[in-house]
Every structure is written in structure tokens, then in C-alpha cells.
């Protein structure tokens, strides 16, 4: 995997005025680094902002940078974006850039050309970079339903909750975990490189998502654990350097799951702390389904060996309030618990902010 962490501009003037403008175009940059990597929608850029530097000469060399940050960066050569993604990405900054009526760059329209000269793929790669700087690549389907499931794409729900436990990882300090409807992973990848965890069981039902995600846990230097999960020996070692902590990579488990199928004896045998699930509740069938599943899993665990009650974060959008408001309905009949929680203040992560997603804790009534 590629490492790339943030951009860092670099220049030799001193000053409290040249450091702050630099920091500020530093800043810039790294919006489009990150928009570009994680395929934002074009309207998530500063086009505008753009033109007008480049209009004002601030920078000659700003679009030689913008370049260098996301097209022709070492981690776009080895998981690039889509091919038409890049097309119109590319196609919009030399719109900008001839607005303002300056020199061609050729480093841009050489760059586009290599990219109508590329085939494109149903496959593309997604870079989500975390605040350390390490980056989660995802291999995603370019379509939004796709063999039959909407599992092979990252969806906002998983941005969100994903951010929620970055600031909160003492939720899941020495816990096991169990994802349902992991899809392509980028909950628990970014889960299992940010928190100190005892074990992490990601599940789906469709065999060409578990397929992916395999590749995508892999592709993220997470380790699969092929024998069967047992708590008691999974223990997690933190090591100290110079009075600091660093994160013990978990090993994990990959596991087909259908929801409608799991016996009281397989709930037992999935004993977790902690359940979590993202994005999952938008067919009123299947939430009736994820609701019994549920009432399965926590009460096995409350009256299984442990002795420890399970808690389950659920991260949704919410884009039919009659199939949410429903759910929580079928939640109270099976004597489900659930409160909603405060959600993340930090953004690490680029996506549509203005969309409604809830984030609930849910517990097994007494």
C-alpha cells in the first residue's frame, strides 16, 4: 500500500505572514487531495476558488501542484479513480485554467490525454486519508447497485460512524467486535487501525461482496485470522515507545452472515461487546429481518458464558423516515432499548454533510 500523508507546502520565506499563507494554500491543496482521492462529487471542489487564484497569479505554479496531488501522485498510478471520474476532473481544471486566458500547462492536457487513452473498468479505487496521515484504499464497484447489491460501494453512513469512533476509541478499548453488513470495509478498517481492539468479525450475506472486502482487508495490512474465533485468546499487546502508545493491528475474522438465518446456537457462538452495522435499514423487509437478528444476538450474549451485555451502534441515513420510524417500532415489540447519540464533531472524511443520518445505541430491556 501507498503511504501518503497530508500535503505540506514547503518554501524558503520567513514571517508570520508567508507561514500563514502558506498554511493556507496548504490547506487548499489538500481539499482537492482528499475531494479527488475519495471521488467527491465535481460541486465538492473550489472550482471558483480556483479560477480566482489563478486569475490574481497568486500562485504560477498552483495547477503544476494541484497535479502533483492528485493525478499524476504515485498513489493515483497505483489505485486510481475511475477513468471517467479523472476525464471530468481533469476537463474541469483546464476550463478553469483557459477562463483565465494564461499559458497552457502541458503537464495538464498530457495528463488527460493518458486518461482518454485509459479503458474503463467496473472497478476503481477509493483513498480515504486518516488524521495520522496512513490512508485506507478501497477497491469499489463504479455502479451503485451491482450484482445484485448495493454492498460494493462506501456509503455515508460508514464515513460518519467511522469518524464517530476515532473520537471515541475508548468505546472500543480490549472489546470484541462484530460488523453486520460490513460491505466493503471501510468502517472496520479504519476501526481496526485506529482503535485498540481485542478482535473484529466483519460479516455480509452476499458472496461478491465478502469476495471484495477480503481483498480490500488485505489490501490494508490487516491480518485474516483463518482458525475459528475465540475471545478468550485474543489479547491485544500495547507497546510502549518514547511514553507513547501505538495501536496493536487486531486480527480479524470474514464471515457470511444472513441475517434471517441465524439460530440461537450461532448468536451464542457470535458473542461480542460490541455489534455495529452502517447504512443498512432501507427495505422495510429487511429491517424487520435486522430487528429479530438482533434480539438473537443480545440476548445470547446476556445469557450466554460472558456474563457481559452486548451494545449495538447502528448508523443510518435516513432516506425513508416511514421504513426508519418502523424499525424503531419493531425494535420496542422485541424489547429493544435505543437512544440517539451525539455525533462526530471532527471531519476526517469528505462527503455530503447535509444529509439526515442518525446514530443509535441500542440495548437488550431489563
Known amino acids: 500500500m501507498v503511504s501518503s500523508g497530508p500535503w505540506c507546502l514547503v518554501v524558503s520565506h520567513d514571517g508570520p505572514e508567508w507561514r500563514e499563507q502558506e498554511q493556507e494554500e496548504g490547506r487548499f491543496l489538500l481539499r482537492f487531495q482528499r475531494l479527488f482521492f475519495a471521488m467527491c462529487r465535481p460541486d465538492s471542489f473550489p472550482m471558483e476558488e480556483l479560477e480566482d487564484r489563478l486569475r490574481n497569479n497568486r500562485n504560477p505554479t498552483l495547477l503544476h501542484q494541484i497535479l502533483r496531488q492528485t493525478v499524476l501522485h504515485p498513489l493515483c498510478k497505483k489505485y486510481p479513480p475511475a477513468v471517467k471520474y479523472r476525464r471530468f476532473f481533469l476537463s474541469e481544471l483546464i476550463k478553469k485554467h483557459e477562463a483565465t486566458g494564461a499559458e497552457s500547462v502541458d503537464d495538464l492536457y498530457n495528463a488527460l490525454g493518458e486518461v482518454l487513452r485509459s479503458e474503463d473498468s467496473p472497478i476503481c ?32 453512513a460508514a464515513l460518519y460512524f467511522a469518524e464517530w469512533a476515532m473520537e471515541n476509541p475508548e468505546v472500543f478499548n480490549c472489546r470484541t467486535v462484530l ?12 476501526i481496526c487501525k485506529t482503535c485498540n481492539l481485542k478482535w473484529y468479525t466483519f460479516s ?24 475459528i474465533r475465540n475471545i478468550k485468546d485474543c489479547e491485544v499487546e500495547v507497546e510502549s515507545n518514547n511514553g507513547s502508545e501505538e495501536i496493536q493491528r487486531p486480527k480479524v475474522a470474514i464471515l457470511q452472515l444472513d441475517w434471517g438465518a441465524i439460530t440461537q446456537e450461532q448468536a451464542s457462538e457470535l458473542q461480542s461487546d460490541i455489534i455495529i452495522a452502517t447504512d443498512i435499514i432501507y427495505d422495510p423487509e429487511v429491517a424487520l429481518c435486522l430487528v429479530s437478528a438482533l434480539e438473537k444476538l443480545l440476548v445470547a450474549t446476556a445469557s450466554g458464558k460472558m456474563k457481559t451485555s452486548s451494545v449495538v451502534y447502528l448508523a443510518s441515513t435516513i432516506r425513508n423516515p416511514e421504513t426508519y420510524h418502523q424499525f424503531k417500532v419493531e425494535l420496542g415489540k422485541f424489547g429493544i432499548e435505543y437512544q440517539t447519540m451525539k455525533g462526530p464533531a471532527t471531519e476526517v472524511f469528505p462527503y455530503n454533510r447535509c444529509i439526515k443520518i442518525e446514530l443509535l445505541k441500542l440495548n437488550y430491556g431489563t
Not at 486518516?130 to 447497485?145: D, H, K, P, Q
Open 204 to 227: 455480509d450475506c452476499h458472496s461478491n461482496v465478502l469476495k471484495q472486502l477480503r481483498k480490500n482487508i488485505i489490501r490494508n495490512n490487516l491480518q485474516i485470522d483463518s482458525g
Open 125 to 156: 479505487y477509493k483513498n480515504y486519508f486518516l488524521l495520522s496521515g496512513e490512508n485506507i484504499t478501497l477497491a469499489e464497484n463504479v455502479a451503485i447497485i451491482s450484482e445484485g447489491t448495493t454492498g460494493l460501494v462506501t456509503w455515508e
Open 179 to 190: 460488523e453486520l453488513g460490513s460491505g466493503i470495509g471501510l468502517t472496520g478498517i479504519a
